[in-house]
Every structure is written in C-alpha cells, then in structure tokens.
C-alpha cells in the first residue's frame, strides 16, 4: 500500500488514540465534524472530556508540531467542541494537544491544556 499524507495523518491519529487510552482515556469519538470544523479525537479522562488536535510534523523548519496550532485552529477547535457539547451532560473539559514528529514517529508529546476556551 502506498503511504500518502492522509495515511500517515490516520496513522499519527490511530497512534494518538492508542497512546492515550494506554494513558488511561476512553474514546468517545474520531475525527469529528461539524459546519465548524473538526477534532481529531474526544476522549475521557475521569469526569472531564478532553478534545484532542494531533500535530505531525516532517521537519521544524517553519516551526514546529505546537506553533502549528494558531490561534486561529483554536477557534476552530473550540467553536466545533462548544457545538458537540450543546448534545452532551455537562462535563468539564480541556483542550491537549499529541506532538509527533515523522522521522520518529514513536516520540509522543502530550500537552495536556494546551490552551484555553
């Protein structure tokens, strides 16, 4: 099978999904859409939801994984959570972000509050 980038992008997700459920998450959900956007993964963590952006980068050359999270995809993510929870119970949450870089692709960063609503 040949790698394209949306491989490698499911790819770096399912690897995220993994990392955090051995970490002690739940999935509630997978790439989830809506008119305002997408959230790679929406897990639980106790009593809290946490929307997760997973960031893969190939080189640090125009910035790297975290800087690629602007301000302007957090009001993306943050619009299409408060639209995912109009239809749930009312739990805290957070936003994290998954860091990986593709030449090692089994070096995972988790920042847990990467940033705020």
């Known amino acids: 099978m040949k790698i394209n980038k949306n491989n490698t992008g499911l790819q770096a997700e399912q690897m995220a999904a993994t ?13 989830y ?15 809290t939801l946490v929307f997760i952006e997973v960031r893969l980068r190939s080189s640090n050359q125009f910035g790297g994984a975290a800087e690629s999270i ?14 995912f929870l109009q239809t749930q119970p009312n ?16 070096d995972i960063e988790w920042l847990r509050n990467a940033f705020d609503a």
């Open 70 to 83: 602007t301000r302007h995809k957090q009001q993306k993510l943050i619009a299409t959570a408060q639209y």
């Open 91 to 106: 739990l805290p949450c957070r936003f994290d972000a998954i860091l990986m870089n593709k030449t090692n692709f089994q």
């Open 19 to 31: 990392f955090l459920i051995n970490n002690g998450l739940s999935l509630v959900a997978q790439n």
């Open 33 to 47: 859409h809506c008119r305002f956007g997408e959230i790679d993964l929406i897990m639980q963590e106790a009593e």
